[in-house]
């Protein structure tokens, strides 16, 4: 943990993200790919010598140490911009994907897989999703792992891999106890993405954008894709258990990230409607009902922070088992805040919202799948309402 306060980090990172990274956007929208990475490399740099690196994970891995709470925080600020996580360590999938690795990996996966990831230095990605099983109940997958001379053989189909485009491995949820109790048939194992029996056979198109690097998400296939015994992660037939640890974190991750997202479009939009003149003598933002549209926007905002802070705090006390219900409340809740949130944005813009000449249209479009991923929100609810209904029988 560096030695400065907590609220000057948080000053420095917001310093960084609103100097530097958000002027990175346009390469970002025009996909101009290899000048973006090159610049946010450099900030990777500076980041690191500030030591600012990896908020959501312990410093033995190179990470702040910081609590659930302080994570929020940053991830407020770091949210601002979709470049901004990257710049700063703490990325989906390979935040989940490292502090897996470090609750329950082996010495060798640690070694090989978990320290250059913490570090930076490679990329990860989660195949759990298939095409043809529904991923809501992961029970129902089918992608197979068999162990054959000292060697698990996996085979199937997975979708919606995030960033698998120039990772270095994958974390793949495979069943490799057919015959066991629903919850203890899968396991996870680390596949190198130069294995022969491994493809990507391609980036999906995902509302008319196929993304690149960090920000795709890839159909995949294992066909007889072969990897040393080893690369088993915990115990076998444990792959749920260890899903939903990984979920837990990666939930909240998200949720303050979407608080980070809804503020830069709440400042976009409070900006623009202030200097968009309608009336010789008047501007968008004198109608009542824009101005409905930023003390809804406003109102949204500061519930979903109470609630995801709320969270935090009871996972910080008692553990992320005692918040699991609050962080079932937090996914549905936070993510329909954000969809109002850009919405609203959006429109308040006119045809300005709907291009790339503003960041608004990317989260539109982007920002959608957060009421399905990581659980859709039909999901969420329905295990919050069984739980609370248990306290009425
Ligand atoms: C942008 C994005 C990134 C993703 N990244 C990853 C990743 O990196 N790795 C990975 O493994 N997966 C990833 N996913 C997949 C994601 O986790 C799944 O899409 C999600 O779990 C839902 O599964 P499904 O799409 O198969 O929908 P289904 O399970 O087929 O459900 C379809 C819809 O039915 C409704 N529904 C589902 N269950 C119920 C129920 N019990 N009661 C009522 N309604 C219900 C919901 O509205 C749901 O959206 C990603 C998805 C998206 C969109």
Avoid at 157 to 162: G, L, P, S, Y
Wanted: hydrophobic share 40%; aromatic share 8%; net charge negative.
């Amino acid at each position: 943990m560096p030695k400065q306060s907590f609220s000057q980090m948080l000053t420095d990172i917001d310093t960084i993200i609103k100097q530097q990274v958000i002027p990175l956007e346009p390469l970002f929208l025009s996909q101009q790919w290899e000048q973006l990475y090159q610049q946010m490399d450099q900030i990777r740099l500076q980041v690191k010598a500030q030591g600012l690196w990896a908020p959501n994970l312990p410093d033995s891995v190179g990470g702040m140490s910081l609590s659930i709470r302080q994570l929020g925080q940053i991830s407020e600020v770091t949210g601002q911009s979709p470049l901004g996580h990257y710049c700063f360590g703490c990325q989906a999938p390979d935040a989940g994907n490292a502090e897996l690795l470090h609750m329950y990996a082996n010495e060798y996966i640690k070694t090989n897989f978990l320290l250059p990831l913490a570090q930076g230095e490679i990329r990860s990605c989660f195949a759990m999703t298939e095409p043809h099983t529904a991923g809501s109940n992961p029970t129902l997958l089918d992608t197979s792992a068999e162990l054959i001379d000292g060697q698990w053989v996996i085979n199937g189909r997975k979708w919606f891999t995030t960033a698998a485009d120039g990772a270095n491995f994958t974390i793949v949820m495979a069943v490799t106890d057919p015959d066991a109790p629903k919850h203890l048939r899968a396991s996870m194992i680390i596949v190198p993405l130069d294995n022969p029996g491994y493809q990507n056979l391609r980036n999906i198109p995902v509302m008319g954008h196929s993304g690149s690097g960090y920000y795709s998400h890839s159909e995949i296939e294992f066909k007889n894709c072969k990897v040393p015994a080893n690369h088993l992660i915990g115990e076998q037939g444990q792959g749920f258990k260890m899903a939903q640890q990984r979920l837990g974190p990666g939930r909240i991750h998200h949720c303050m990230r979407w608080i980070g997202i809804a503020n830069r479009c709440f400042d976009l939009m409070c900006q623009h409607v202030l200097q968009r003149q309608i009336t010789p003598t008047s501007t968008l933002a004198d109608q009542p009902v824009i101005q409905t549209k930023i003390a809804e926007s406003y109102a949204a905002i500061n519930a979903s922070r109470c609630l995801v802070m709320e969270t935090a705090k009871i996972i910080d006390e008692q553990g992320f088992d005692a918040a699991k219900h609050h962080i079932s409340m937090i996914k549905f809740e936070a993510a329909n805040m954000l969809q109002l949130v850009v919405n609203h944005a959006l429109q308040s813009m006119g045809a300005l919202g709907m291009t790339d000449d503003s960041i608004i249209a990317f989260f539109y479009r982007e920002e959608r799948a957060a009421r399905i991923y990581d659980g859709p929100d039909e999901v969420h609810k329905l295990s919050l309402a069984k739980s609370l209904l248990k306290k009425y029988l």
